[in-house]
Structures are given as C-alpha cells and as structure tokens.
C-alpha cells in the first residue's frame, strides 16, 4: 500500500493528468448543465406565454370599462386537453379582487403580485409546490379592467436538479477512474526510463562497456539514452586513459630507478678504479636528472588535467619570449651545430598566459633540437595573417610517420621511428602542449614526413590594446 500511494514519478504523470483533466470535465459539465437549464427555462417560459395568450383570447371587453370571461370556451378547453403539466389561471377585476379561475385551483389561489412585476415571470409556491407564474393586464381603451394570471408547475425543472447530482456524483468517478487510467499509461510510458535506471545501475567502474538500449521511438527518451551512452563513451574513455596514464608513468618512472639500482650493484661488486666510479656515478647523476625531469612533466600535466589552474592573461611580447629561448637552448644548438633560422623582425604581441606559452614554445624548440640532426636546421617564423599571428618551427630532422602522427600528442607515446637507445625522452612534452594550448584556446597543428622533418603550427589570436 505504501508502494502504491507513494508519490511516484507515474503517480505524478498521473496526478498532474487528472489535474487538468479536471478543469476540462467540470467546464463540460458546467456546460451541459447550463444549456440543459437554459432550455428547460426557456421551454417553461414559452409555454406560460402560450397559455397566457390563449386565455387573453378568451376576454372580451364592452364599452363599461369592465370584461367579459367566455367561461364556457376555456373550462371546455382546460377539460378537452391533455396536459403533463397542469396549468393553473386566475381572473381578477380592476380592483384585484378574484373573478374566476381554473377548476384545478380548487380552494388555492395564486398570488396577485403587484404592478411594476407585470409581464415578468416570478418563480413562487402553491400549496408548497413550485410554480413559475406570470401576470398582465387587462385594458380597455387604453384602461386597466382586470387582470390575469397563469402559473405553471415547476415539475419539468426536477430534471435539472437530478442532472446537477447525476454530474456531481459522476464527478469524483470519473476523476478515479481517469487517475488510474493515466497511472497504467503513465506505466508503459516510462518504461523506457525504468530500463534506463536498470541498466545505469548495473555499470560500474569494472564494468564500462554495458550501454542503455535505445527505445524504438526516437523520441526525448531516445534523446536522453544517447546522451547518456554519450557520457558514458567519455567516462570509459577518460577512466582507461587514466589507467594506461597510470600503467606507463609506473613503467616510465621504474626504469630510470630500475637502471640506476643495477649501476649501483655492480659498482659495488669489486673494487673500481677512480674513473669507473666517476662513469657509473655520472650515469646515475644523469638518470637521476631525467626522472626528476619526468616528474616534473607528470607534475604539470596533472596540474593542467582538470583545468584547476589559474589563467594569468597578460600582454605577451612573443619575440623576447622566442629569444629568451633560444638562448637557453644555446648550448645544445652549439653542440649538435645546428643553425637556427628566425624571422620575426615585427613586434607580435598576444594577451595570455606568459608562463604557460614559454612551456609551450619551449617544449617545441626543445624537441625540434632534440630530434634534428647534426647540422641540420631549424626555421622558426612569426607572422600575421588577420587578426591571427601563426607561430611555425621547421626542422629536417627524423620526421614521424603518417601511422604515428596522431599518436604523438598522447602521454607516453614515442614514435616507433625513434631510436630510443640514442634519444631520450619521457614522452609527455607534446602532451603537455596538447594540454596547454587547449587550455589557452591555442590551434596546433602538426605535419611530418618520415626521415624529412616536421612542421608545427601555434595559431594565437592578436592582443587587442585599447
């Protein structure tokens, strides 16, 4: 019971069903029992006014200012016809004293109104019963000589008061009935919405790939089903990117330890002389420098995972930034000869992030270093197109092939093309950039060929001074 009164989503359908149903009912009801009233009336009326047209003809007046009753003509009349409903007549003279009236009367009388009621239609009582009764004059040139008066019984208005129970009594029937019509429609419509929350239920995290069943009718269930398996898409997605995250930060992070580990038990094995222990220090020294390098990555890619950091939108003057760079870099560019081309003689300038485009451009500079060549080249160009400034660095070195190319931005990833035991990496400098151009609203794009070199492309939006 408690189940079945419980205010239910299908309670509710159901209820709210009702509710404007209702409304709509009770204006046909009322409708019904005003037009069924207004005829009743209106039959009523018309059938007083009959009468009383048929009784004035059967006045005649003389010239003593009094009436004639052809009594005979009417009681002959009143006995031939048949009549469901009697009608009751009453004659007065001009004083409103009684004449003559209808046998059926016997020793009631109707009640002379006065005056300023003639000719309207006055619901009264006889003997208890209701009657509707009208009056009118009756005139001699131009003079009151009397006065008549039918009434009729009130009789045919009972079926608009048993119309009136019959509708109030059906009212609340017809209420219940329609709530529990509603309520197993209500039923079968949200079934759709019963299967959604039986399935959501049974999806956990161990168990992503379950999805809802689209309903046949493409219809707003349709619509919220898919959106939810959208959702649930992005979750998995999200939920085995961080899985694999996870997996390849504990491989990456165990190798450097798992090398330095090795180094030092066999260094520890026999005696070394002085420069074998310098080596093998210095390649731990080094090890040690690239994982804390990795950390660091990791670091600022969880910083930036979920958009938690602060945007500190500045003017950013991109030459000292790209010159800034090179500088730092100086030393490996020097050591592999590599000759750096730049042509960025105008002033550019964008409103943003200085920090987090210096992360940008320099992860970039780095790896166009990285995986050039000796004495190869590097071109890096700043130009204007609109209200656009397009930043591009070339090199020649080792390229990606076109099956890695859409890998590259993924953390971890290293392209198979790489000589892993020459070049180091962490992988995660292209998905930091990844991260932080979406985050700054930046467009990168990339372009490589195998052993030729790559292209990549930074679109900024102009700085806007006022």
């Known amino acids: 019971m408690t189940n079945f009164f419980s205010f239910s989503f299908k309670n509710r359908i159901a209820f709210?069903?009702?509710?404007?149903?209702?409304?709509?009912?009770?204006?046909?009801?009322?409708?019904?029992?005003?037009?069924?009233?207004?005829?009743?009336?209106?039959?009523?009326?018309?059938?007083?006014?009959?009468?009383?047209?048929?009784?004035?003809?059967?006045?005649?007046?003389?010239?003593?200012?009094?009436?004639?009753?052809?009594?005979?003509?009417?009681?002959?009349?009143?006995?031939?016809?048949?009549?469901?409903?009697?009608?009751?007549?009453?004659?007065?003279?001009?004083?409103?004293?009684?004449?003559?009236?209808s046998p059926n009367l016997k020793s009631s009388n109707l009640k002379l109104l006065s005056d300023e009621q003639n000719n309207l239609f006055i619901d009264s009582v006889l003997n208890e019963i209701p009657v509707r009764q009208i009056q009118t004059v009756i005139r001699n040139n131009n003079k009151i000589v009397g006065y008549l008066v039918v009434a009729m019984s009130m009789e045919d208005f009972e079926i608009v008061q048993i119309l009136k129970n019959i509708l109030i009594v059906i009212f609340p029937l017809i209420l219940i009935a329609l709530f529990f019509i509603a309520r197993f429609f209500a039923g079968r419509s949200i079934l759709p919405?019963?299967?959604?929350?039986?399935?959501?239920?049974?999806?956990?995290?161990?168990?992503?790939?379950?999805?809802?069943?689209?309903?046949?009718?493409?219809?707003?269930?349709?619509?919220?089903?898919?959106?939810?398996?959208?959702?649930?898409?992005?979750?998995?997605?999200?939920?085995?990117?961080?899985?694999?995250?996870?997996?390849?930060?504990?491989h990456e992070l165990r190798t450097p330890l798992a090398v330095i580990k090795g180094t030092m038990e066999v260094l520890i094995r026999k005696p070394r002389n002085q420069q074998e222990y310098e080596d093998k220090i210095n390649f731990c020294i080094s090890e040690?420098?690239?994982?804390?390098?990795?950390?660091?990555?990791?670091?600022?890619?969880?910083?930036?995972?979920?958009?938690?950091?602060?945007?500190?939108?500045?003017?950013?003057y991109l030459n000292a930034v790209l010159l800034d760079l090179i500088s730092r870099f100086s030393e490996k560019i020097a050591s592999k000869?590599?000759?750096?081309?730049?042509?960025?003689?105008?002033?550019?300038?964008?409103?943003?992030?200085?920090?987090?485009?210096?992360?940008?451009?320099?992860?970039?500079?780095?790896?166009?270093?990285k995986y050039t060549n000796?004495?190869?080249?590097?071109?890096?160009?700043?130009?204007?197109?609109?209200?656009?400034?397009?930043?591009?660095?070339?090199?020649?070195?080792?390229?990606?092939?076109?099956?890695?190319?859409?890998?590259?931005?993924?953390?971890?990833?290293?392209?198979?093309s790489l000589n892993h035991t020459t070049i180091k990496g962490t992988g995660l400098g292209l998905s930091i950039v990844k991260r932080l151009c979406e985050l700054l609203h930046i467009t990168i794009k990339i372009e490589s060929e195998?052993?030729?070199?790559?292209?990549?492309?930074?679109?900024?939006?102009?700085?806007?001074?006022?």
Not at 407 to 416: C, G, L, N, Q
Not at 450 to 465: D, V, W
């Open 16 to 101: 709210n069903y009702i509710i404007s149903g209702s409304f709509l009912i009770a204006i046909v009801f009322l409708f019904i029992y005003n037009i069924v009233k207004f005829s009743v009336n209106q039959h009523i009326n018309e059938a007083i006014q009959e009468e009383l047209y048929k009784h004035l003809d059967d006045v005649s007046t003389d010239s003593n200012e009094t009436y004639l009753i052809h009594v005979d003509q009417w009681r002959a009349r009143e006995h031939n016809s048949i009549s469901v409903n009697p009608v009751f007549v009453e004659f007065y003279d001009n004083n409103k004293q009684l004449i003559d009236k």
């Open 288 to 316: 040690v420098d690239r994982l804390n390098k990795m950390v660091d990555q990791l670091l600022l890619l969880a910083r930036f995972e979920n958009q938690k950091q602060n945007i500190n939108n500045e003017s950013v």
């Open 450 to 466: 195998l052993n030729l070199g790559t292209i990549i492309k930074l679109s900024f939006p102009l700085a806007k001074f006022k």
């Open 374 to 416: 000796d004495h190869g080249e590097i071109s890096i160009n700043l130009t204007q197109n609109n209200d656009t400034i397009l930043f591009t660095i070339i090199d020649n070195g080792i390229g990606i092939s076109k099956n890695d190319l859409d890998k590259v931005f993924h953390s971890f990833y290293r392209a198979d």
């Open 193 to 250: 919405v019963k299967t959604i929350i039986d399935t959501s239920s049974q999806i956990t995290r161990e168990n992503l790939q379950m999805r809802i069943p689209l309903p046949a009718n493409k219809d707003e269930l349709y619509a919220l089903s898919q959106n939810i398996n959208n959702l649930l898409d992005r979750i998995e997605y999200a939920i085995e990117r961080e899985k694999q995250f996870t997996s390849d930060a504990s």
């Open 337 to 369: 000869k590599i000759t750096i081309n730049s042509d960025f003689s105008s002033d550019f300038y964008i409103y943003s992030d200085a920090y987090l485009i210096s992360i940008i451009i320099g992860n970039l500079i780095s790896n166009a270093i």
